[in-house]
């Protein structure tokens, strides 16, 4: 059902919401950016409209929200284990239609392929999703030919033109304060970017073979395998364990899911001393093929979401984008064809 309210009305609805809820959604925090003195637009928890950026792309994805950069899974002692308490309220995130697609990515990861983590169900379970409606491109973005820029998955969706708001809600709880305001209901399409200044286009003949290819020699000496790509990508799950010790003798602590990734030293140590894809140019090859090939022939749909965080983020200023553009060319050198 959808709702015309004004700026003030909708503020009064959103201080409803966050009685029961508590409210994410990328806002502005100054002076905390990656260089001196400059701000960022990440994901927070907010407690007025007015904290919210409408109109930046966050520079940081929601995915914190899911799954924490780190997060206790459980406590032991010498005596036994206790599992980490779940969330006890719920939780409202609001986020673009990129965004929105990667949750449909991460639910994938974590409660279709194999068996379902309950410390990410539980999280998830208590989650409501408000779409932001995109109204404009951003740079770098490429939704549209990830087939990302269109959502309809949502609890509610949210338009800003000004001080008009256009609401459509979908969820009987969300509804409900938008009903005891009493305003006129009215037919609602959430705002959608349906053309980038951006195309990328994964080559259909795409396969594995291109990972012999030497298009990837060239990040060896570019890349310096910051993971920051990785950190911002609202697609990356990669994580490790980390345990916690309160004591010496190492009998009392806390296990830790903390997240990580195959661009960062280390993650691919095995014992021994042994490290696959030691190499910046390795990294960088498995990374964008299971962005783009891997994780599509087991779900069905790409991983990549097409936001552009990855490309506004590196501070090589190397380019997914340009990435998916070699494969081609990648392709023609392996198979021998020019």
């Known amino acids: 059902m959808g709702y015309a309210v004004s ?50 792309r966050s520079e940081y994805s929601f995915k914190d929200i899911l799954l924490p950069l780190s997060q206790t899974l459980l406590y032991f002692t010498e005596h036994g284990m206790t599992e980490s308490e779940g969330p ?27 068996p379902e983590d309950s410390y990410y169900k539980r999280v998830r379970d208590g989650l409501k999703f408000v779409l932001m409606g995109c109204d404009h491109d951003f740079d770098g973005c490429f939704c549209v030919s990830m087939g990302t820029n269109i959502s309809t998955d949502y609890d509610a969706a949210v338009n800003v033109h000004g001080d008009d708001i ?32 951006l195309e990328v286009k994964v080559p259909e003949n795409l396969t594995s073979a291109v990972a012999k290819s030497s298009i990837w020699d060239e990040y060896d000496k570019r890349c310096i395998k910051c993971g920051r790509c990785t950190v911002a990508c609202p697609t990356c799950t990669c994580w490790s364990m980390q345990d916690l010790f309160y004591t010496e003798n190492g009998q009392a602590g806390e296990r830790r899911r903390v997240q990580a990734s195959c661009m960062i030293d280390g993650y691919t140590e095995v014992a021994g001393g042994l490290c696959f894809r030691k190499n910046a140019g390795e990294r960088m090859r498995f990374k964008v093929l299971h962005k783009v090939l891997d994780f599509k022939k087991r779900s069905g749909f790409q991983m990549c979401v097409g936001c552009g965080r990855c490309d506004a983020i590196c501070p090589e200023y190397i380019s997914f984008t340009h990435c998916v553009e070699k494969l081609e060319a990648g392709m023609k050198e392996v198979s021998g064809h020019e």
Request: proline fraction near 2%; charge should be negative; charged fraction near 35%.
């Open 7 to 56: 700026l003030e009305k909708f503020q009064t609805v959103f201080d409803s919401w966050r009685k029961k809820y508590d409210i994410y959604a990328p806002k502005v925090f100054e002076g905390t950016g990656r260089f001196s003195e400059t701000d960022v637009v990440r994901y927070g928890k907010v407690t007025d409209l007015a904290d919210i950026d409408w109109n930046e």
């Open 88 to 114: 006890t309220r719920g939780t409202i995130v609001f986020l673009r239609s990129c965004d929105l697609h990667a949750v449909k990515r991460l639910d994938y990861m974590f409660l279709e392929n194999g």
């Open 166 to 197: 256009e609401i459509d809600c979908k969820d009987e709880d969300l509804a409900e304060a938008l009903r005891a305001m009493g305003v006129a209901e009215v037919d609602v399409t959430p705002d959608a970017v349906l053309e980038n200044s």
